[in-house]
């Protein structure tokens, strides 16, 4: 009777023995010495690699959202009238009303000063206007420095650094301006026989230069409450 006792504990013994042996070691081979273990942890159901990136620029309107795209078009040779005929104005603003009718507003270190500084604007492959015009008015073209927004008012001749050289904006009148003389170019040729600018300009570039992007439309209370009110 002892004997079969025996035998039945020492089988359940062993049998238990077996299984925390064996869990053991299945524990330690893939966990090691650590009870920080998280390899029993449920899978994570995603991709390793985010497949979505993040959308962090506003909604993007398909077709003619016209407060995204509100700029006008109008000649380069206007805008300078434009802005010479509202006084050149260093910081307001002055109004034109661009090529589609539509009333404008511009500023001119925003609209006005490319004409005078971007190279490949009035024709591709030309030269800015201060690139030849420039600040260092010893060697500046006619000692005139269309660089910047003072130059541009001090005009031209100006060998030795003259605060005030010759105008070159008509005194506010924007067709009796040696500016509008020279860059004016009907059939390609200026009004007064001088060589037109920017200098290389040849006769297929439009008289008043070329069509360009400036200024922006000014809201009416129409397009104001557009903007506000979205389509249903
Ligand atoms: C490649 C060099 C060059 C570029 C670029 C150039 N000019 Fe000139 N500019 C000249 C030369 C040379 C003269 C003298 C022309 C002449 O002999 O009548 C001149 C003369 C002028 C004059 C007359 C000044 C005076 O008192 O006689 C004005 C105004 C003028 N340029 C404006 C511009 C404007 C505006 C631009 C850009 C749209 C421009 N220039 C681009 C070379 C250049």
Sequence with gaps: MNDVRKMIYGTLIGFILTLVVWFSIVYISSCGFSFTCNKGAPLIDR???????????????????????????????????????????????????????????????????????????????????????SSDLAKALQNMDLSSYAGILAGSGRANGEPQGKDILGGGVWEDSLLYQMVYAPNGESLIGRPIMPLGRTADVPDKGPVIFAGRIIPTEETADATTTPSP
């Design 47 to 133: 991709t390793p690699i985010p497949t979505l990136i993040p959308a962090t620029l506003p909604v993007q309107g398909l077709g003619g959202d016209a407060a995204a795209f509100n700029k006008c078009q109008i000649a380069a040779v206007d805008l300078l009238g434009a802005w010479v005929t509202a006084g050149v104005p260093e910081t307001d603003k002055f109004t034109f009303t661009d090529v589609n009718g539509q009333s404008c507003e511009a500023v001119f270190a925003r609209d006005v000063l490319p004409l005078f500084t971007e190279s490949n604007l009035w024709y591709p492959g030309s030269l800015s206007c201060s690139s030849c015009h």
